[in-house]
């Protein structure tokens, strides 16, 4: 009755609605008529007015507007706008797949959208999207992007990290930035009559040669640590430490060569340095107290409201504007303005997620396309040019890398984090890039330089993976030889997403691992990936804190070390085989993955770990887990040596009450099974017969957990969900064959 009685209102108010648009209409007809009667009396001008019939120029007509609407520089900026960002997310979509930083691709494919390919092989769609003239705006707007990106850069940057730094952090940042910018600067001699532009002096050509040698990639760095897992490693440590100090420094190096090049002269440097120290003291000293206060005002906040935000941009703006009225560039106030955010880990969350998306996904694409279209690979067109490129590359390589790892290596540490620091410091990306194009802005670098120096700091980003994999390889391969002469740890991985899991996983590989008194003592490690690769490093480090909180609890309690592997990715399924596989556990442990749909406990992702991990697996699922005292186990119907020991292991725990073994071929032990596995405990231990193993005897609930070899499960009870709700907290093995 409501239905009908609404239909009927709403057809008769679209009813009325048409008669009276269509009485008013016809009454501005007639309006029209006299007013073209009045027009046609006072002027001799013809007026075309519309009208249903199609004049012969008609189609000309629409065909120029449409062409007027394309090349309207709003229409431009769009298209502008949308080729890039799916080109970009294309490019660098695929360089994550094959373990390269996403930076590469999006360079790459500014590159391809430029005149080096796009412009070279199709000129026509070139000059359609980038017709000349229109590059002004898109210029604008990367800029804007890089403000907001330098910005996060500057929040990533912890001060109280540089204040406690050690003497080796400092040798070794301070080393890859000295010995690169002097071979910078040599390299410049060679380079100067054949590269500098036709009005530039010697001094600045030299001095920005020399720091494009010696930038490192604070945020590429920090990214990869991330992805491989070793942020809290001394590694991690170390690199982090000397990416932040190298960070600093450079910039503050950098903000000096802009002043000496844009004064002209020392004494107009000075004037400008002066102007940026005072600057800097007003941001640190008087700024940042009243933002570290603030911080503590919304420690306790989910959200920062709209006042706050504006507050904060208003604060970024006006420090970018500062930065370039005084003469060193819009970029270092972003900079300097992130540095002084408060550090409060909440508080830096929710200010990163209101900014990064917009940043990285919208604004920085378009830097790496205008950086693009200003790489003219083609002005490399004869073999001298490449040759003048190895020349770039190996003394960029030697300069940044053979000075980090002999200022590592010099400060004692170890020969393979000495090699790894090298190799990281060597890492350039996204910021070359913004250096790089400063001095092409200020004339500084020619178009075939600026090419070269472009794929230098792609090369130097694009080695850094490969590099750390081959240390890493070598190393762990001498390693292995030492380790063949002794007696190796039973080393298990716990794999989990939810937090709690990691707990009850961890007490369950406990239970069923070598005890601490065993010759053969037990390792235990936990990997926890969030499924997704676009996190942020700070929003990183509080799902790493989250989610292993309550895991790393159970390991304090219990009196032993674990060691922590967390990542962000979006290939969860292959992470976690290729963590241990590399890795070479005795045992995965891991959380079932049953789908909302079925009952199939070793569906989705579960199936590929099962058939690619070379190891001993055990999927659990849990039914209100709390502890094994009475366990019952089916005994697999072959030999199977790890099985046997986990018996003898669950045996031997003060804890455990009963375990009862079911053997699906006899009513006894197999004849495999060592007797002297149950030495001492033939208390605790039951036979029954596989006849006795019935939903009824599950349904008692009288055990804690059923252990059950894949293929007995799958005979047994996969896809029967009324047994499935009878069973107890659930362990299901597959041994390595």
């Known amino acids: 009755m409501k239905i009908t009685r609404n239909s009927i209102f709403y057809i008769s108010t679209i009813s009325i609605f048409i008669v009276l648009m269509w009485m008013a209409l016809e009454r501005g007809k007639m309006l ?3 007013h073209l009667q009045l027009t046609k009396s006072t002027t001799s001008e013809k007026i075309i007015t519309p009208g ?16 007027q609407s394309f090349h309207h520089p709003m229409s431009v900026l769009l298209l502008q706008i949308l080729t890039i960002i799916l080109i970009s997310r294309l490019f660098g979509f695929f360089f994550h797949k094959i373990g390269q930083p996403t930076v590469i691709g999006e360079v790459l494919a500014g590159i391809m959208l430029g005149p080096s390919f796009l412009g070279l092989y199709f000129p026509g769609t070139f000059s359609f999207i980038f017709p000349p003239g229109s590059l002004d705006t898109l210029q604008f707007l990367s800029q804007i992007g890089l403000i907001l990106f330098m910005f996060i850069i500057g929040m990533e940057l912890d001060l109280k990290l540089l204040k406690n730094t050690a003497g080796t952090a400092v040798l070794v940042s301070h080393s890859s930035i000295i010995f690169p910018y002097l071979l910078g600067v040599i390299l410049s001699l060679y380079l100067f009559a054949d590269y500098a532009p036709a009005n530039t002096g010697f001094l600045p050509f030299a001095l920005f040669m020399g720091i494009s040698m010696c930038i490192t990639a604070f945020p590429v760095l920090a990214r990869i640590l991330q992805e491989r897992g070793i942020t809290r490693t001394p590694l991690g440590t170390m690199a982090l430490t000397c990416g932040a100090i190298d ?50 005002v919304y420690i306790s906040r989910e959200t920062i409201n709209k006042s706050l935000v504006a507050l904060i941009f208003a604060l970024l703006l006006f420090s970018s504007y500062i930065t370039e009225t005084i003469g060193i560039h819009a970029l270092f106030g972003a900079f300097i303005a992130g540095v002084i955010m408060p550090h409060n880990i909440d508080f830096k969350k929710n200010l990163v997620e209101k900014i990064e998306d917009i940043s990285l996904v919208l604004f920085l694409p378009l830097f790496f396309a205008f950086t693009g279209l200003r790489t003219q690979i083609g002005l490399l067109n004869e073999g001298y040019h490449w040759l003048v490129f190895l020349l770039v590359l190996s003394v960029a390589i030697v300069g940044k890398f053979g000075g980090g790892m002999l200022a590592a290596r010099y400060g004692g540490l170890s020969w393979k984090i000495s090699l790894s620091v090298g190799v990281l410091m060597n890492t350039r990306g996204l910021i070359e890039l913004v250096v790089l194009n400063i001095g092409y802005e200020l004339g500084i670098l020619s178009p075939q330089i600026f090419a070269i120096l472009v794929l230098m700091a792609l090369v130097t980003t694009f080695m850094t993976n490969p590099s750390l994999q081959l240390i890493d390889h070598f190393f762990r391969k001498n390693a292995q030889a030492v380790a063949d002469k002794l007696l190796l740890p039973f080393r298990v991985l716990i794999s989990f997403g939810p937090p709690a899991m990691g707990s009850t996983l961890l007490k369950i590989a406990r239970q069923i691992s070598p005890p601490v008194n065993d010759i053969q003592h037990s390792q235990y490690s936990a990997i926890h990936l969030t499924p997704s690769s676009e996190v942020h490093p700070a929003q990183a480090l509080i799902f790493e804190e989250e989610g292993f909180a309550p895991i790393r609890k159970s390991a304090e309690q219990g009196g032993i070390m674990i060691n922590t592997i967390y990542k962000a990715t979006d290939d969860v399924q292959n992470e976690i085989i290729r963590t241990t596989n590399k890795g070479q556990y005795d045992l995965l442990l891991l959380g079932s993955a049953r789908s909302v749909f079925t009952e199939n406990y070793l569906g989705g992702k579960i199936k590929r770990v099962l058939n690619d991990c070379h190891c001993n697996i055990g999927i659990f699922v849990d039914k209100y887990y709390i502890d094994s005292a009475r ?38 032990l197999p004849p495999e099974f060592p007797s ?62």
């Open 32 to 34: 029209e008529n006299r």
């Open 52 to 67: 249903p019939v199609q004049s012969p120029g008609t189609w000309n007509q629409l065909r120029s507007s449409a062409r």
């Open 247 to 296: 960070d600093v420094t450079a910039w503050g190096i950098l903000a000096a060569v802009i002043a000496i090049v844009k004064s002209g002269s020392f004494i107009g440097a000075i004037y400008t340095i002066s102007l940026t120290l005072i600057y800097l003291v007003v941001m640190l000293y008087i700024v940042q107290p009243f933002l570290v206060r603030v911080g503590k």
């Open 631 to 668: 366990v019952i186990v089916l005994l697999p119907g072959t030999a199977d040596p790890f099985a046997f020991r986990m018996i003898s292991n669950l045996l031997t725990r003060d804890k455990t009450q009963l375990v009862t073994l079911v053997n699906t071929r006899d009513t006894g």
């Open 676 to 737: 002297g596995l149950v030495s001492g405990t033939e208390t605790k231990l039951v036979l029954k017969p596989f006849a006795s193993l019935s939903e009824e005897l599950l349904h008692e609930k009288a055990y804690d957990l059923l252990i059950i070899p894949v293929e007995e499960w799958k005979t047994l009870f996969s896809g029967k969900v009324k047994n499935l709700e009878a069973l107890p907290s659930i362990l299901i093995l597959k041994t390595a064959g």
